[in-house]
């Protein structure tokens, strides 16, 4: 969990890359789970990433995120 502005994008790309990167570590699959607005954000990222990058592995889901929180 990020405690910072939704409408900052300058959290989500290092967020992104820290994910893939330990998950890369791992050979896991990563698999975020975003609320809607940060969902259409981080998946505005990856698709702008290059081909190559460990960013196009990310397995963004929607929904879920409040519910998931609340478990917390």
Known sequence: MIDMYSGNKTFILPTLEYVANI??????PPVITFSQPLYWKAS????DAPQNSHLKAIVLMLGGFHTFMTIL
């Open 23 to 28: 998950a890369f570590k791992h050979n896991v």
């Open 44 to 47: 505005k990222i990856i698709a």
